[in-house]
């Protein structure tokens, strides 16, 4: 394991009765990188992303991250690890009856022993962070356009302040140029809080404007890691369909691949 990992995935098997998602899946994540995590519908891109995180157990296999096993920690151990990560759901995945400002502050009531105004402070400029106007705070999620959920979703993700950030499916759902916005913002927001982000995508523009390495998951294991110009090399018939077809194509020029 290179001494910059900051999550290692070994042997990982997640079985859903007779169906078996994931079986002997190793993967590293590396400190301060961007990896995308690709597949076809049903490869098990967000079961892999909740078994990280601890929102499910798998059937077996080690997930180090932070330096803690986190299937075999204790309670404390895993929530302290937990508290220096940030998910950011399909959708946002917003408290429906809280406010903006409501949402972000939830994380922080939970582990935080700070005061309301202080929450509240904290609060707003991660609303000012993620590119939202000081009103949108006031607001709730019903009243939020697609684009502005995404950007709350992720100013939540961004309440505890921390090391590494999952992404399931940011800008599934945005017109093209919300799309481009929010790749932009997440590079902007990548460079100044030096985060690790870990994305689950099928969007091509998204790859190639925010990712530094590719991981491909197929036949219940991650089939190849690499940059996405590597990603044009590889004679596995799905790679090479999703890599090479017609969708692709304006993205790997633009990309100069």
Known sequence: MRSDTIIAIRGLTNRFGKTIVHENLSLDVLRGEVLGVVGASGSGKSVLLRSIV??????????TMLGTDVLRASATERAAASARTGVMFQDGALFSALTVRENIEAPMRERMAIDPETRRA???????????????????PAALSGGMRKRAGLARALSLDPEILFLDEPTAGLDPISASDFDSLLNSLRAALGLTVFLVTH???????????????????????????????????????????????????????
């Open 122 to 140: 904290l609060a707003d400029l991660r609303i000012s962070l993620v590119g939202l106007p000081p009103e949108a705070g006031d607001l709730f």
């Open 54 to 63: 601890g929102l499910m157990t798998p059937s077996a296999g080690e997930i």
């Open 203 to 257: 969007d091509l523009d998204t790859l190639q404007a925010t990712c530094d390495r590719i991981a491909v998951l197929a036949d219940r294991r991650v089939l190849v890691t690499g940059t996405l110009a590597q990603m044009r090399n590889v004679e596995d018939p799905w790679v090479h369909s999703y890599f090479h077809g017609p969708r692709a194509h304006a993205v790997l020029v633009k990309a100069g691949c």
